[in-house]
């Protein structure tokens, strides 16, 4: 959530959601050449829009966990499956797995000079615990409504004591980046704190300046434990207009940027980009407001599915399939318990005017709001207002920037659109969708409420039986499938594009939403 959040390799019009947890790995198309690193230099990466927070507890969107990356170090971070320690050197469960040691690693300090310590990752976690700081991050600490106990034994060492055991709480864990005690201890409200306005962070950059609108620009932290990075800085320069932005990587203005499916062949013919391209790990989806009295009815939402052609539609946003795949479940691919064989919709519209007269909705109206910084939702919501008028519905068609955009899908009581394209890359725990789904979900943006279906969600957080716990999480799919309050349209890819002269990619790591893995890798031929 995150989710974030527009579209293809850009997902998300709403707000995407992502996970650390979130795998994935790609090679550049074309070698990136044998001119020796040195130190120094600036990247300068695009960005659609304004971060939303500097704060990784709130961190949603693409913008905000992009420059989060470098800004602030996880405690771990988990890629294709494997661990590997960042601020934690060890995470230890018990015999019975109802409890969890973790051990930072000694001298850790944050770009202050303060020290880093268990006192500040108790903290955090607390915080997100706190219901009055609404995290979202916090449905994933409460078990059957009891929460996750955090305990300081030392100042190197913190023990997790779960209600109950469950399979989820690594692939949870992996979501906390603390923050700093001595900053924001006694703040009432962390979210709207103005000492995020110069966030105090643990990662390889440190935080210098920021002009909205215009850029964000962190510098490298020479107390780095992991060793210095290898560029001086990297400026964060918001780039609404992706032709324009296009150009200026061309003119060597802007040196990496997530690209369009659109501008795929454009980049790559010029030579002067290394492509990468890589599963985005993520979901596109089309989201219904059931806040909407209309789009509460299941057969009004799937009469307006059975009026779409999926592979049209993908293609239409996304150049060719070549870019994406049809998605059949609300998970991605990478997901445990991701399941192919799930009630579909074909393109029939026939049975979508049967169903829309069963409903009283013939002569439906809509209104769809899009991000209208990205070619694919643009495309995508010209094609899906043209193709339901063969079914009677009028498409109404409201383009938005990402803030106007995400506050209002963040808004328990939006009514002032009927549907949205929307977003996210949550990793490979399902735990971790929970907040995009159960009633009470702070990204819940279909404002959908079942209580069959979140008692499933809290049932399968706790379930340590993996055969079990995968009937639940395909009662789960099954249920979004045929109540298609979300649906899923597309597994696509991620496209990176990144100036010839940079190079160190590989070892950066390609990863879902964030671009890289570890920025402090990438280096200056």
């Known amino acids: 959530m995150k989710w974030s959040k527009s579209l293809a390799a850009i997902l998300m019009s709403v707000i995407v959601l992502s996970a650390s947890a979130c795998s994935g790995t790609g090679s550049p198309e074309g070698a990136e050449g044998s001119s020796a690193p040195k130190t120094g230099g600036s990247l300068i990466v695009a960005i659609k829009d304004d971060p939303k927070t500097f704060n990784p507890l709130y961190a949603g969107d693409r913008m905000s966990l992009t420059i989060g990356k470098s800004l602030f170090a996880p405690l771990f971070s988990i890629n294709d499956g494997k661990k590997t320690f960042v601020l934690a050197e060890s995470l230890t469960p018990s015999a019975d797995l109802k409890s969890y040691v973790l051990k930072l690693r000694d001298g850790l300090t944050w770009h202050d000079g303060q020290k880093l310590t268990a006192d500040d990752v108790v903290f955090s ?13 916090r449905s994933l600490f409460v078990l059957d409504g009891k929460p996750i106990q955090a305990k300081k034994l030392d100042d190197l060492t913190v023990e997790f004591t ?32 103005s000492k995020n306005n110069r966030p105090i962070g643990s990662g390889p950059f440190k935080f210098k300046e920021y002009r ?28 609404k207009d992706s032709s324009a932005a296009v150009l200026a990587l061309q003119n060597g203005e802007i040196n990496m940027m997530l690209i369009e499916p ?8 010029t030579g002067q980009a290394n492509v990468i391209t890589f599963p985005s790990g993520g979901v596109t989806t089309m989201v219904f407001n059931t806040n909407i009295e209309m789009m509460n009815k299941k057969e009004v939402r799937q009469a307006i599915v059975h009026g779409l052609d999926k592979k049209e539609l993908i293609t239409t946003g996304f150049s ?7 998605a059949s479940s609300i998970f991605s691919p990478d ?20 169903l829309l007269k069963a409903a009283g909705a013939e002569g439906l109206k809509i209104r769809f709001a899009y991000f209208n910084g990205s070619k694919a939702e643009e495309n995508m919501s010209l094609y899906l207002q043209q193709k339901l008028k063969a079914i009677g519905v009028t498409v109404e068609l409201i383009p938005l920037d990402g803030a106007a955009l995400g506050k209002k899908a963040l808004n328990k009581d939006n009514k002032e659109y009927d549907m949205s394209f929307g977003g996210y890359s949550m990793g490979f725990e399902p735990d971790a969708y929970k907040p995009l789904y159960l009633s009470s979900g702070s990204y819940n943006y279909s404002h959908y409420k079942n209580s069959e279906f979140d008692a499933l969600w809290t049932k399968a957080a706790v379930e340590t039986d993996s055969a079990k716990r995968a009937k639940l999480y395909q009662s789960i799919q099954e249920i979004s499938a045929e109540e298609v309050t979300t649906y899923p349209i597309a597994y696509g890819k991620s496209i990176v594009a990144v100036d010839a002269r940079f190079g160190g990619l590989e070892e950066a790591v390609p990863k879902q939403v964030v671009l890289f893995d570890d920025y402090s890798k990438i280096y200056m031929k």
């Open 125 to 137: 976690f607390e915080q997100v615990l706190d219901e009055k700081q609404h995290s979202y991050f």
């Open 162 to 193: 779960l209600p109950q055991t469950t399979a989820a709480f690594e692939g949870a864990l992996v979501q906390l980046i603390p923050v700093p005690k001595h900053i924001f201890a006694g703040e009432s409200d962390l979210e709207k704190s």
């Open 212 to 239: 909205p609108g215009e850029y964000v620009t962190l510098e490298r932290s020479d107390s780095y434990f992991a060793g210095k990075a290898k560029l001086d800085s990297i400026t964060y320069r918001v780039a």
């Open 262 to 269: 659109q501008d795929y062949n454009k980049v790559k013919g």
């Open 320 to 326: 060719s399939q070549e870019f994406a795949e049809p």
């Open 335 to 354: 997901t445990l318990y991701q399941q192919k064989d799930l009630k579909g919709y074909d393109y029939n519209p026939e049975k979508a005017k049967e």
